[in-house]
């Protein structure tokens, strides 16, 4: 049999939930075993940087990158697993589009201490204590990587290869990856172009089974999913519930709205748009009738009904703010301010 | 298949720190300095935990209702934890009371998370050292390595019963890892009577599993002398802490609702509170050299990182939990908990189990109890009501704990009157635990290396002393959140303005 290619699998700020989606590939699993050596997988396998950092370049045929740069430990192994990969994938929407730790781009670092060593009402910190990247303790020397001020997506720090979307990548994507690979591997087949999206270009609501209202839609009411029973039958949107199916691409089956819950976009945004929440506003535009040049609500109306979205930021870029073209304009607002 | 690998040989260092980074098979990331004093003896040791996210600071802002999907993100491998805490949070912020058939989804739910996780970590993260050994050759110590040595068929079993756990969560939780089902008051889908059918199928299947796991752990670990030897060793592998969890108004233990008891080193009830009392028990220390705060009891106060009465220190997850409950619901999860309480008496011990390794027993009882529930819920008839949504009122201030299959977990939500969230706290089962993590760690590093004399197989023992407790620390580095008063333009993809949009 041939050498088995390498595989590495990392998590930089990320929740594990895509080492686990790894694992949900089941009885797959055993087909990577048969052409794959893992070479490093923290959750799960013993090596260690070290270890790593000592292969030559490009030894490792596929590191899959999950999680999203928030500190200098991840862009640090970010580096070294892209110098040691001839193939490097974001795997998962934080390292994507900087997923829901990206949210943190609303705030800073000195914030974010503040919250969570002073603030918060367990906290027990007289002094204010904080972590610190160098410490000198009666023994020696410690260090930790440093908390940066914002969360960074994976190609912000280094050249990605492919993009799998998802929060995680759903069981369907993940084979489609393993098997292009090993058909590289034991074949030669072409890898797909550099840059490519690993998903489907459609949106959501394309793959979505609910029943839209096809004429005439309109939202009269803003709803949040608590305050009314919606019916498992019709678009969620049509019944006032903000689902951002229309902007958000297609690929996990459509889970959330098959569950009676609406779509917060954990796929990102669809191939022709870059920003996530923009993209939703101008689909909920038509639907409030406000592109129509016939419109029948008022100016006036339209704003209120957008005020009922209590919170535009966590509806609309639950998993995309690191990409969204929002980051800038908070970051300029920021400037101004200070 | 050849005996496992227990001990290597060591070599002498000169060095003054040794570093293990990053430590491995845990979820989450950690780093192990551990200092050597002249003679070449422990002279301290640390378990860092290199991150930080702030979910405390970036959950500010947003829509309470959203927190239960947010805060999955927490942790992809107990969603499910967060998301059951924080829709209780929500029931308790809402004063919404949820329904009998919620209610029952929402525990059946659990017991499927519960189920893929004990699994998960029994097999894939603390198996290889059992079945192959601590000091087996460190590319062959995981999950694969176990496979190999236990044959496939018994690893295409492990799959396939954590894969049932996992597809429990999704019928009734929408999604496996991430479920999106949880409203305050209830739960956002009915299931029809073939996905119970379905489910309570795969429940049978996995008791089944339960009783396998048992046996197992029996044949491989408690059989071995050698390993008895590692799991007795008390200088490496013994704490006296005190110990939280979850129990029923019988002290049994449960994982989904109930009041949380704390015991002492002699195990003696110190307090049972309610989840809306956790501020008068628990507070968190901060440490300068790691990102993740210190839980400790608040009437004991905090010592450092020393064991007993005097240290603050308390233990949950497994092996709390079956220090501070009086059995289980359920009949073999009740008989082997009885079968440990026999061995540990034998072994003349009275009072709560303080043998760190003893985790690992308690998580497989854990998995027995976990799939025996799964069953009773599944097998009841009812759970396909259409009865699934409880009244709700003007949402305020509310707590939500569960058990997580790591051990206690907090959720703390304020809102205002529109629904948005304006302050939150989060205490999650590894953090918990992290003060007695870095105890064991120091113990256990002092206790194996002398001399100078260190080996791979002598370091991964010293990892053996963090692993049983499973931690995660993916939930414990949760700490950021969102901007309290935002205004932001939102701009098409080509920068003309849409909209102003503002959260305050
Ligand atoms: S993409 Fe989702 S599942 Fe993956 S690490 Fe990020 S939060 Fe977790
Ligand atoms: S808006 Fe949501 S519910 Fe409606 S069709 Fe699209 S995905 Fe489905
Ligand atoms: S429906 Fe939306 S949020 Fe839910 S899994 Fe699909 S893309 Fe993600
Ligand atoms: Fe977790």
């Not at chain 1, 050498?3 to 990320?14: E, L, M, N, R, V």
């Not at chain 1, 050249?159 to 590289?184: Q, S």
Request: negative net charge.
């Amino acid at each position: 049999m041939a050498d088995k290619i390498k595989i590495a699998q990392y998590w930089g700020a990320g929740c594990g939930g895509c080492d686990v989606a790894l694992l949900d590939i089941d009885a797959k699993i055993l087909d990577v075993h048969a052409i794959a050596e893992v070479v490093f997988w923290p959750i799960g396998f013993d090596g260690k940087l070290s270890e790593i950092e000592a292969m030559p370049d490009k030894s490792i045929t596929v590191s899959f990158y999950n999680g999203a740069i928030r500190n200098s430990e991840n862009e640090h192994v970010a580096k070294v697993l892209r110098e040691k990969s001839a193939v490097m994938i974001a795997f998962g929407s934080c390292a994507c589009f900087g997923g829901t730790p990206g949210l943190a781009n609303v705030t800073n670092k000195k914030e974010v201490f503040q919250t969570v060593y002073k603030d918060t009402a367990s906290t027990d910190n007289p002094d204010f204590v904080t972590p610190q990247t160098q410490l000198k303790v009666p023994e020696g020397e410690l260090d930790l990587p440093e908390f940066y001020d914002s969360v960074k997506t994976l190609d912000e720090v280094v050249d990605v290869d492919y993009f799998m979307p998802g929060c995680p990548p759903t069981v369907n994507l993940i084979a489609l990856a393993v098997d292009a690979v090993a058909k590289h591997v034991t074949e030669g087949a072409d890898l797909p172009p550099k840059g490519a999206v690993i998903a489907s270009d459609k949106t959501l609501c394309d793959e979505c089974d609910r029943e839209r209202v096809e004429t005439g839609r309109r939202i009269e009411k803003i709803y949040q999913s608590y305050e009314i029973k919606a019916d498992p039958k019709k678009c969620l949107l049509d019944q006032g519930i903000i689902c951002i199916g229309p902007a958000t691409r297609a690929g996990c089956g459509s889970m959330c709205p098959k569950a009676n819950m609406p779509c917060r976009g954990c796929m990102g945004p669809t191939k022709a748009v870059m920003d996530h929440g923009g993209s939703m506003l101008s689909a909920l535009s038509s639907l409030l009738n406000i592109t129509d040049s016939e419109s029948k609500l008022s100016e006036e109306q339209i704003m209120e009904l957008m005020m009922q979205v209590k919170d535009p930021l966590g509806t609309f870029y639950a998993f995309t703010l690191p990409k969204s073209l929002l980051k800038r304009t908070v970051t300029e607002k920021r400037k101004r301010k200070g | 298949m050849s005996g496992p690998i227990i001990n290597d040989t060591p070599t002498k260092t000169t060095e003054k720190k040794i570093t293990i980074d990053p430590i491995t098979r845990l979820e989450g990331h950690g780093k192990i300095e551990i200092f050597l004093n002249d003679e070449g003896n422990v002279a301290n040791a640390y378990l860092q935990v290199p991150e930080l996210r702030g979910f405390e600071r970036f959950c500010i802002g947003r829509h309470v209702q959203e927190l239960p999907v947010l805060t999955n993100r927490l942790c992809g491998v107990c969603p499910a934890a967060h998301h059951i805490a924080s829709t209780k949070a929500l029931d308790a912020v809402f004063d919404a009371k949820p329904t009998e058939t919620a209610k029952k989804l929402r525990e059946l739910f659990y017991m499927g998370q519960y189920t893929h996780s004990h699994i998960a970590h029994f097999y894939a993260l603390a198996a290889p050292d059992f079945v192959l050994g601590p000091s087996a050759p460190s590319n062959k110590r995981n999950v694969l390595g176990v496979v190999d040595a236990v044959g496939v068929d018994i690893g295409a079993e492990v799959i396939k019963h954590r894969s049932y756990g996992q597809k429990v969560q999704e019928i009734v939780g929408g999604r496996a890892t991430h479920p999106c089902f949880g409203l305050p008051g209830g739960v956002s889908k009915q299931i029809s009577e073939e996905e119970r059918a379905q489910m309570e199928e795969m429940a049978k299947s996995c008791v089944e599993f339960g009783k396998f796991t048992i046996k197992l752990l029996h044949d491989v670990v408690l059989a071995n002398q050698d390993y008895m030897g590692l799991v007795l060793n008390q200088d490496a592998y013994y704490l006296e802490t005190y110990y939280m969890g979850m129990v029923d108004s019988d002290n049994k233990t449960n994982f989904y609702d109930g009041d949380i008891r704390v015991v002492d080193q002699e195990g003696k009830e110190v307090v049972k509170y309610k989840p809306s009392e956790y501020l008068d028990v628990i507070a968190e220390h901060v440490e300068p050299w790691t990102y993740m705060k210190m839980p400790f009891l608040k009437q004991v106060g905090w010592t450092g990182f020393t064991a007993g009465p005097s240290s603050g220190i308390y233990r949950v997850g497994p092996l709390g939990r079956i220090n501070v409950c009086e059995g289980y619901t359920t009949p073999l999860a009740q008989a082997e908990y009885e079968a440990l309480a026999k061995t540990v008496k034998d072994l003349g011990v009275t009072g709560p189990v303080h043998h760190t390794l003893a985790f690992h027993w308690a998580r497989v009882i854990e998995l027995q109890y976990a799939t025996e529930r799964m069953l009773e819920l599944a097998s009841d008839k009812s759970i396909t009501s259409d009865d699934i949504r409880g009244e709700v009122n003007e949402p305020t201030e509310g707590v939500g704990i569960c058990e997580a299959p790591r051990g206690t977990l907090i959720h703390h939500y304020a809102s205002d009157k529109d629904g948005l969230c304006t302050k939150i706290n989060m205490i999650v089962a590894t953090t918990n635990n992290y003060a007695a993590i870095n105890t064991s760690v120091i113990q256990a590093a002092k206790a194996l290396i002398k001399n100078g004399e260190v080996s791979p197989g002598l370091l991964n023992k010293v990892e053996m002393a963090f692993r049983c407790y499973d931690p995660c620390n993916s939930c414990g580095t949760h700490a950021l959140n969102g901007s309290p008063a935002l205004e932001v333009n939102v701009r098409r993809a080509d920068g003309s303005k849409l909209d102003t949009l503002r959260n305050f």
